[in-house]
Nanobody
């Protein structure tokens, strides 16, 4: 199992910045993969960025160069951060943190989501 809790988000103006953080706890095995999806009103959930335990990153082209994903790894520490710069109104969405435990448990676990709103 895994419990994910997001923090950060909120409102920003176009061109502004926000940071999202997510911490995984109560994990059964080592957390391999963490990252973020987002879902805008009336749209399907879409991938934003992810990072492995070895810090290999994957970022969708829509946010590449503007968003940065980082990860804190340590004894009992599993946190992922999403630094969002040069925000655009189209970045407005609910952002969901996910995590999985790789070969031990490939199922994606999800946080409850945090709202990001970008105004003109």
């Amino acid at each position: 199992q895994m419990v994910l809790e997001e923090s950060g988000g909120g409102s920003a103006q176009s061109g502004g910045s926000l940071r999202l953080s997510c911490e995984a706890s109560q994990t059964t095995y080592v957390v391999y993969h963490m990252g973020w999806y987002r879902q805008a009103p009336g749209q399907q959930r879409e991938f934003v960025a992810s990072i492995t335990r070895g810090r290999r990153q994957n970022v969708t082209s829509a946010v590449e160069g503007r968003f940065t994903i980082e990860r804190d790894i340590g004894e009992g520490v599993n946190r992922v951060h999403l630094w969002m710069n040069s925000l655009k109104p189209e970045d407005t969405a609910v952002y969901y943190c996910f995590g999985n435990m790789g070969v031990w448990d490939s199922k994606n676990y999800w946080g409850p989501g945090t709202q990001v709103t970008v105004s003109q």
